[in-house]
């Protein structure tokens, strides 16, 4: 089962919003704010499909699909989400992505016969 999510009617300017950053702040919280807006404001059709979660203890695996049109080309990217809990809480979080290839004239069965090699 996939869980789908409309990214768009969510403010980029509150991701982050927990701690206040000043404009000359070069602290890493600072800089995934800032790549969080652009990319709500340069993706406003911006979907996230959520394809698997998994739970192990204080840790959650989700893989997750995120695409939508860009202000200058398509975004389709894939990956995985970590993220530590506490109580009910992220705590912290990494995000692993990849941009999907895109072929039309390379099939699954081409790929697994090793035929799809560049």
Not at 13 to 19: F, M, N
Not at 67 to 82: C, F, N, S, W, Y
């Amino acid at each position: 089962m996939t869980t789908s999510t409309n990214c768009s009617r969510h403010s980029p300017r509150t991701i982050g919003a927990k701690r206040r950053s000043t404009p000359n702040d070069r602290s890493p919280d600072a800089q995934v704010r800032a790549n969080w807006i652009q990319l709500f404001e340069t993706t406003p059709d911006l979907a996230v499909e959520f394809s698997r979660t998994t739970i192990d203890g204080d840790t959650a695996w989700i893989a997750l699909r995120m695409h939508g049109a860009q202000t200058d080309e398509k975004l389709d990217v894939r990956g995985v989400a970590i993220k530590g809990i506490s109580g009910k809480r992220i705590q912290w979080g990494r995000i692993y992505l990849e941009p999907v290839q895109q072929s039309v004239d390379v099939t699954w069965e081409d790929i697994y016969a090793g035929q799809g090699d560049g």
